[in-house]
């Protein structure tokens, strides 16, 4: 499923982004990615999704 329309960024990209390179916050999926970069409206589901994915202990 996309989560980022506007630079078609997934959710499965999202968490292998967070589970195999590390990367555990919106700041750097939109360096990876330029997700948020444009209507922003992906923010909030990327932030859900990582929570999800990299639980805070
Ligand atoms: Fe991600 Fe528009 S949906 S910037």
Redesign the pocket.
Known sequence: MY?????G?SDKKIKQLALEEGICDVRGIKQCTA?????????KQTKEILNETVPIL
């Open positions: 989560v980022c329309l506007c630079h960024v997700l948020g970069s444009q209507c922003g409206k992906c923010i």
